[in-house]
């Protein structure tokens, strides 16, 4: 009887966490497309490498102030550096261009930059909640370095915007020297 019971509850585990992976897109195909697109308004804050933990915190955080500070069409952008850049994660949101004033006056006021227009490597995946995003990463890096490698291209930093719906993965399109 309890042999019974166990090997459903483990069937029953396994189940359920195969269809958690195929809702976050553990299964869907990835396809790498070359698409011009920009320019980003992008405010952030700096993250250490691989603290995915102070990216939530940091898109609460900046999400919250913007929001009191009466923003309201933003999109979360985070971009992440090759691990021998040694380069901070820059996490944080794409804005409008009229309320990059109204940000630069808020309190401990985050960093801005432009991301110019200009060709992009891209792939989407679904978005169903930040393990969607550790997914995304396991399926779509390892795509971008083999078309990175095929195509003479250089590993430069890469991006995800959330969507609403999707994730967009993006990456610069530089040839190697």
């Known amino acids: 009887m309890t042999l019974k019971l166990s090997s459903s509850v483990i069937a029953f585990l396994l189940l359920a ?9 553990a ?4 396809t790498i497309s070359e698409q ?9 804050r700096t993250a250490p490498q691989g ?4 990216v939530r915190t940091i898109t609460t955080e900046l999400e919250g102030a913007f929001r009191a500070a009466g923003v309201r069409d933003m ?4 971009v992440f550096f090759p691990p021998d850049s040694h380069e901070p994660s820059q996490i944080g949101f ?21 991301i110019a227009a200009g060709e992009f490597l891209t792939a989407t995946l679904p978005y169903r909640s930040p393990l969607s995003f550790m997914v995304g990463y396991w399926k ?4 971008l370095s083999a078309y990175r490698e095929t195509h003479g291209l250089r590993h430069t930093w890469a991006a995800t915007i959330n969507e609403g719906p999707r994730i967009l993965y ?3 399109k530089e040839r190697r020297n």
């Open 75 to 78: 999109k979360p952008l985070d």
């Open 51 to 54: 603290d995915f933990g102070a």
């Open 17 to 25: 966490a195969t269809g958690a992976l195929a809702a976050h897109g």
């Open 36 to 44: 011009t697109i920009g320019p980003y308004e992008f405010v952030y």
């Open 27 to 30: 299964f869907a195909s990835v």
């Open 170 to 172: 993006l990456q610069p």
């Open 94 to 114: 794409i804005v409008a261009a009229p309320d990059v004033p109204r940000i630069a006056q808020l309190a401990n006021a985050p960093r801005h930059r432009v």
């Open 140 to 143: 779509v890096e390892p795509k």
